[in-house]
């Protein structure tokens, strides 16, 4: 398969009209359907899922394309919940392969580019678009006019492409925005809510226009009420752990407000309906391998906004009374050694799994820098994510974090 021959950040390169010219010459399947465009450093991906679950919730035929996936690239393209068949993406893959190289499409830019044409063919009324990487060039802002534009989160990370301040990446990532859109942010600094609201004077901020209230946080979930100028919902339920996730599920209430204004029906039963659907996969996820009587969590926290978002959800949990067993990899572009420090001021114990991926940090510059801060003799490398369980005793909770490819790699090996 054509994706099997590429590495998702080779051939990277900034600008859109490599696909511009692509989808212009199958018909400009991106105008033929409605969407909501998704930006931010973290958070996008839990929006996302929550805004399309509200949508299908009343009724709407919603498209959804996310990355990365943990398990299977069909993941990345779903209508209504459901991936595209592996036969389907296949064919469409394949049909459009020669004219991907003619056009000189990255790997991310021929993905998007089917998403887009699948939808089309599909018909749906909305798709959810969460960008790849920033926003102003990013595949996805290809889209002329979305509903609701976006802004999770802003911070300090992809700063090779993206920037070295907040202000520069908040000025990528709101290149999103178009005139006639609706924007919507998540809890952002006074430097990055600037640089929205010089793009856009229609903005929603979280604890400016919405916030929430009485938050009631559990093992197995969360409760909420929604506050704003135009509505007020009481006993909002998540499955979904952690106060990041409370203010993800905000941005999304606020969402469907806006999508009101532009012609959709969307009811607060909808609203409570698709947030208590939702499920993030990776997410402060709560694995039980009962084989091993081993209780493990999965997070993706893929840097060091997203780690202190998961200690902090973490030292809410009677998980923190005793230090854990941690499983960590990390992409080579982030702080790891920030994330280091972190991570083993929680630590009984280090796993560092060798993932297959080139980006990775290595496994034995991992190991030097753990040592650092925790006695070499309880950090371990192993040269496979299988392995992982051979050194979790029983029974045992641990967590892993650091990258979305480990956890992957290990809910495929939970799966297997």
Known sequence: MF???LEEYKLMKPGLLRIKNFLKST????????????????GKGSV?????????????????????????????????????????????????????AEYK???????????????????????VVETGLGGRFDATNIIKNPLVCVITSIAKDHQEILGKSIKEIAFEKAGIIKKKSLVVCGDLSGAACKIIKSKSKDVCFFNRNFKAENIESGICGQKFDYISQEADIKDIKIKMLGRHQIINASVAVCVSFGLNKKGFLIREDDIKHGLASAFWAGRFEIREIKSKKVKLILDGAHNTEGLNVFIETFKK??????KKTFIFSVMKEKNYKAMAKLIASFAKKIILPHIGNIRAVDTEILKNEFSKHIAADRIVTVETVKEIFENLKTPETAFAVGSLYLVGEILKNIKN
């Open 48 to 100: 996302s899922n929550f805004v399309s679950e509200i949508l299908q919730s009343a009724g709407y035929k919603t498209a959804f394309y996310c990355s990365p996936h943990l398990i299977d690239i069909t993941e990345r393209i779903k209508i209504n919940g459901q991936n595209i068949g592996k036969k389907v993406f296949f064919n469409y893959s394949k049909k459009y392969l020669q004219k991907a």
């Open 3 to 5: 994706f099997q021959q």
């Open 27 to 42: 018909g400009n399947p991106q105008d033929k359907f409605k969407s909501i465009h998704i930006a931010g450093t973290n």
């Open 317 to 322: 949990m009677h998980f923190a009374k005793s």
């Open 105 to 127: 499409l990255s790997y991310f830019e021929y993905l998007t580019a089917i998403a887009f044409t699948y939808f089309a063919d599909l018909k749906v009324d909305v798709a």
